[in-house]
């Protein structure tokens, strides 16, 4: 199997972009770039289609900083669908403005229309991504955010030889939006995906995929800080290289303590920065990426590949595949979780709140609304606390920020209207499921403690929860029902990890903790884009504080218009 690849472009296109970008001056600087966002083809799997794309490329390009730097991101929009794009992982502060998601901080910029995302990249260092945040756009509209630490300021792990982007995502024959349109008008989940994806390519397992492979050229005994990002729509993804450990050094631009391993966990919309050593006998090794799901759920279970290719290899030799877990090793996903620790030094503490001035319990449900035209005369939804998210008509940012009344109540409940086993035997009952624009308001400052608890209404899942605004610490998680009483005592307050993203667990439950100091409507919702699109999503409203710097900024002259 003679791969071309075309590892010598991609590694020289990010390190001429790193190289560029570290020969910028140290004090804070002002990053500019231009996303035009456009239509082009693009050919997978034997089949070429048009696809939405910033600046014709897919992946999308990188966005480099450092910690400390202003970034302006002018977007125009000349593709047929509206657009937003969300800075995913940016904290945003007091900037909401610029956090993207559409119809919650901003209307969508229309066709032909542009907007500039303008925001500062304060206390964060690391790996995160950004992505259109409106319909299933971001099935090709995504790409990685780079974000170096401060000037003098080293890893604190060592310092590898070279760095590289391994971006995973999802690839659909046909247009996505007419897929989930007609899954939608059916009452049906659509398709899954054809195939998976590593940096835009499936890899030579796929017909027609021998120069649709990512490599990777490596040279013996360095060392290489892979930064990974799940940017699939519906997947969970194990990945791994053949024949090679990986060291856990940062998940979600957080810093954790290094551990090794064969194979990561990561669930869309995380990131995961890992070292690997080039120790192996020289040779061509895969890296592999495939879905977790220890549900009954049906899901695209093809494994997408790149290579791993020891410098001056021919590509006539075979590569070895990696022994990835199996595809519902929930033993192997609940281990590797619970590895993952903050670093919690001195130079990057874990500022746990000890102290909890909000509880709230939120279940995760699924049920039927009735559908007359549809299949089987219902159509799925979903749901947090039994209220499906309706999405508003204008930005509820804006709505909060100018008072305008009838966009949204703030009476989201702090728990479920009626308790039950929420993990026993399967419920195929509506509990009275309601629709609403409901919201939640949290004082400035206080301190929050979120339980997320799957049920089993209709079937458990796991379901990756991303809170816009915020990191949180994850202070626990467990299977089957939250106990209030028992399993706080069980809670780690010294070093939990510290994520923008986390999963909770087949028939289980997570609790976070954080503190809500940055003001403004912050979007909370599952990262499967097949719930969210259910309405398993919620926001919070935070209130401004007293001080100076502590309310909403005002919006920029050009936010797009509803």
């Known amino acids: 199997m003679a791969i071309n690849g075309d590892f010598v472009s991609k590694t020289t296109l990010f390190l001429v972009g790193l190289i560029a970008f570290i020969s910028f001056p140290a004090e804070a600087a002002v990053r500019k770039y231009q996303f035009d966002i456009q239509v082009k083809n693009v050919s997978r799997l034997c089949h070429a289609k048009p696809i939405v794309t910033v600046n014709g490329r897919f992946p999308g390009p990188t966005i480099y900083a450092r910690e400390g730097d202003r970034v302006i991101v002018n977007v125009t929009n000349h593709a047929k669908y509206n657009m937003s794009i969300h800075w995913h992982g940016l904290k945003q502060y007091r900037n909401g403005w610029a956090d993207g998601p559409a119809y919650i901080t901003q209307c969508p910029i229309k066709t032909g229309n542009s907007y500039a995302y303008d925001f500062n990249v304060t206390g964060q260092r690391g790996t995160l991504w950004w992505h259109a945040h409106i319909l299933w756009l971001r099935a090709t509209v995504y790409g990685a955010i780079v974000i170096m630490p401060k000037q003098g300021m080293p890893y604190p792990f060592p310092k590898p030889n070279m760095e590289q982007l391994v971006v995973l995502g999802?690839?659909?024959?046909?247009?996505v939006e007419e897929i989930v349109k007609q899954g939608n008008n059916m009452g049906l989940p659509p398709n899954m995906s054809d195939a998976h994806t590593i940096n835009g390519k499936p890899g030579p397992l796929f017909p027609c995929s021998?120069?649709?492979?990512?490599?990777?050229?490596?040279?013996?005994?360095?060392?290489?800080?892979?930064r990974i990002i799940n940017a699939a729509l519906n997947d969970e993804l194990f990945f791994a290289i053949a024949g090679h450990n990986m060291t856990v050094v940062e998940v979600d631009a957080v810093y954790?303590?290094?551990?090794v391993t064969q194979a990561i966990l990561i669930a869309p919309g995380q990131t995961t920065n890992v070292l690997i050593q080039a120790n192996q006998s020289p040779g061509r090794y895969f890296m592999a990426a495939r879905p977790f799901m220890d549900a009954p759920i049906p899901v695209d279970n093809k494994t997408a590949t790149g290579i791993f290719q020891y410098?001056?290899?021919p590509n006539t030799v075979l590569p070895t595949l990696p022994q990835l877990p199996a595809s519902n090793d929930t033993d192997f996903t609940l281990s590797y979780n619970k590895k993952l620790k903050s670093l919690n030094s001195a130079n990057f503490p874990a500022n746990v709140p000890l102290k909890v001035d909000r509880k709230l319990?939120?279940?995760v449900g699924f049920g039927k609304d009735s559908c007359p035209t549809c299949v089987n005369g219902t159509r799925i939804l979903a749901s947090l606390n039994n209220i499906s998210f309706v999405m508003p008509k204008i930005g509820l940012l804006q709505a909060h920020y100018f008072n305008i009344s009838g966009v949204f109540r703030t009476d989201f409940p702090d728990k479920p209207p009626k308790p039950f086993n929420y993990t026993g035997a399967p419920l195929t009952a509506n509990l009275g499921t309601a629709h609403g624009t409901r919201l939640s308001k949290i004082a400035f400052n206080s301190t929050v403690e979120l339980v997320l608890q799957d049920t089993n209404l209709l079937t458990v899942e796991s379901h990756p929860f991303h809170l816009h605004g915020y990191n949180f610490f994850v202070v626990g998680t467990g299977i089957g029902n939250f106990d209030p009483v028992k399993d706080p005592a069980k809670y780690n307050l010294v070093d939990p990890v510290e994520r923008n993203t986390v999963g909770v667990p087949t028939g289980g439950w997570t609790a976070i903790r954080f503190r809500a100091d940055n003001p403004g409507v912050w979007f909370m919702h599952c990262h499967l884009e097949l719930h969210t699109g259910w309405g398993l999503k919620m926001a919070f409203v935070v209130e401004d504080g007293?001080?100076?710097d502590q309310s909403i900024l005002p919006p920029p002259k050009d936010l797009p218009p509803c």
């Open 170 to 175: 999802e690839w659909w024959h046909k247009d």
């Open 210 to 226: 021998e120069k649709h492979t990512f490599a990777m050229e490596v040279e013996s005994r360095k060392t290489y800080l892979l």
């Open 256 to 259: 954790t303590k290094p551990f």
């Open 311 to 313: 410098k001056g290899i």
């Open 361 to 363: 319990f939120y279940t």
């Open 546 to 548: 007293k001080g100076a």
